[in-house]
C-alpha cells in the first residue's frame, strides 16, 4: 500500500503546467465545487512529490478501487485520542461491510504526522451519491460529535477539471 497521498493548491495555468511536465505521474487536476476558480493537484502515486508546496497525507487505510476521474470528498475531522478509536471502528466497519452505493474507494487518512486530524477522502460516481449517504447515514459522523460544540468538522468536494491545452 502507498503510503502518502500528496496535494498543492494554485492556478490552474500553473498546476496544468505541472501536471504536462510530469506525464509519467498519473497527476490529476480537480475544481473545487463550491469555489469557482480554486484548484488541486492531485498525486496518488506514492512517489516523491514534484510539488513546490505540498500538503501531505498519511494513509491509514484504503479500501474499493481508485477511480480518480469522478467527484471526491475530502472530510476533516479534529479527534481526541478516544474519539479516535471510534472513529477508526466505524471506518474498520465500513470498509467490512462494504462501501456505500456510488462510493469506488475510501481512503482514511491524517494530516502529515498529526493523528488527531483524520481526513476521510472518498472517490464517488457523483456528489448525489456523497450527499445521500451523508444525510442518511451515521456511519461517519455519528450525531454525538455533529451535536457537540467541540467537534470540528471540515468538508471539501472537487471534481476533475477540464482539461486545457498547456503552451
Known amino acids: 500500500m502507498k503510503e502518502q497521498i ?3 493548491f494554485g492556478d490552474e495555468k500553473i498546476l496544468s503546467e505541472i501536471k504536462a511536465a510530469h506525464p509519467e505521474r498519473d497527476l490529476v487536476l480537480y475544481q473545487a465545487l463550491s469555489q469557482q476558480g480554486e484548484f488541486m493537484l492531485l498525486d496518488h502515486s506514492g512517489q516523491e512529490t514534484v510539488f513546490k508546496s505540498p500538503v501531505y497525507y498519511d494513509i491509514l487505510s484504503h479500501a474499493g478501487t481508485d477511480n480518480w476521474n469522478g467527484f471526491i470528498s475530502f472530510s476533516t475531522l479534529d479527534l481526541n485520542f478516544e474519539e479516535q478509536k471510534v472513529f477508526d471502528a466505524r471506518i474498520n466497519r ?13 481512503y482514511s487518512l491524517n494530516y502529515h504526522k498529526d493523528i488527531s486530524q483524520r481526513i476521510i477522502l472518498g472517490t464517488w460516481n457523483a456528489y448525489s451519491d456523497y450527499e445521500l449517504w451523508k444525510n442518511s447515514s451515521d456511519d461517519f459522523i455519528p450525531k454525538e460529535y455533529r451535536d457537540s460544540p467541540n467537534f470540528y468538522s471540515h468538508e471539501a468536494y472537487y471534481t476533475p477539471a477540464k482539461e486545457k491545452e498547456t503552451h
Open 94 to 106: 465500513l470498509r467490512t461491510n462494504g462501501l456505500p452505493d456510488g462510493m469506488h474507494s475510501m
Open 6 to 8: 500528496v496535494i498543492t
